[in-house]
């Protein structure tokens, strides 16, 4: 137990079978969270801003002015509040490994134990546990631990501009579908193109989505869609009401 088995494909570890640099899964679906969530917004809470205002005035400017204040405000908004939840997410998680590292300095062979035991209850007997513990242990303790108590990465830790900048630019495309439909359409048209326009691209983006995070796509699907046509259809009925013609 003295050497250090050479590493092969079959050997254990955090990351084997990996290719160096790979991607890890957290990242993609940190990236894939953002997108889709700021996509989904930007669609419905363009959608609803213009709908509701085409309601109550057939102004392109004041129309084209509103959608582009609510695009360009919600873009900036999901995006620092991406930035500041996954700045959080970051913090705890770099927090959670900093107490790691303390107890593998100070209580080594305990953190050993911990990890050994932590394999046991994976299925591996006693023996192969402490063995793959130790060989672990030696190649990157922290990484190690990092991967088998906490699930984290110590080089794939989540990104907080990553989140940021796919929440402003899939917001920001999907708000310009909206505005653009309300905008292009004729008047007597402008509301019910927008509302089919939305919900195509909702039906997409719930497809979509599924089909990535590998989930079933009826459901999510119908839930995007549902909740963006009574988003469009409370606002537009707020803006009949009003009924204030600028």
């Given at each position: ?7 092969g ?29 700021g ?19 057939s ?36 927090a ?21 035991g ?29 991967d ?6 110590p ?28 905008l ?10 927008t ?52």
């Amino acid at each position: 137990m003295d050497d250090v088995a050479p590493r092969g494909p079959g050997s254990a570890g955090p990351h084997a079978g990996e290719p160096h640099g790979a991607e890890s899964t957290g990242s993609r679906l940190n990236r894939l969270r953002a997108g889709v969530l700021g996509a989904n917004d930007g669609i419905v809470s363009t959608a609803g801003v213009v709908v509701g205002v085409a309601a109550t005035s057939s102004s392109i400017p004041v129309v084209a002015t509103a959608g582009g204040a609510a695009l360009l405000a919600g873009a900036l908004s999901m995006a620092a509040g991406e930035y500041v939840s996954v700045s959080t997410q970051r913090d705890t998680e770099e927090a959670l490994l900093a107490t790691e590292r303390q107890e593998l300095a100070e209580t080594p062979d305990a953190e050993l134990e911990e990890l050994a035991g932590l394999y046991e209850e994976k299925g591996l007997t006693p023996e192969l546990a402490r063995e793959v513990a130790v060989q672990l242990t030696r190649r990157d303790a922290l990484a190690a631990h990092a991967d088998a108590e906490l699930h984290l990465d110590p080089d794939e830790l989540t990104s907080p501009w990553e989140a940021a900048v796919a929440s402003i630019v899939s917001f920001t495309v999907g708000g310009l579908l909206p505005l653009a439909a309300v905008l292009l359409a004729p008047v007597a048209w402008r509301v019910p193109v927008t509302f089919v326009a939305v919900v195509l691209a909702l039906v997409l983006t719930g497809w979509g989505s599924a089909r990535l995070g590998k989930a079933p796509t009826r459901r999510a699907t119908i839930r995007t869609v549902v909740g963006g046509a009574v988003a469009m259809g409370v606002t537009y009925a707020i803006g009949s009401l009003v009924d204030v013609n600028v």
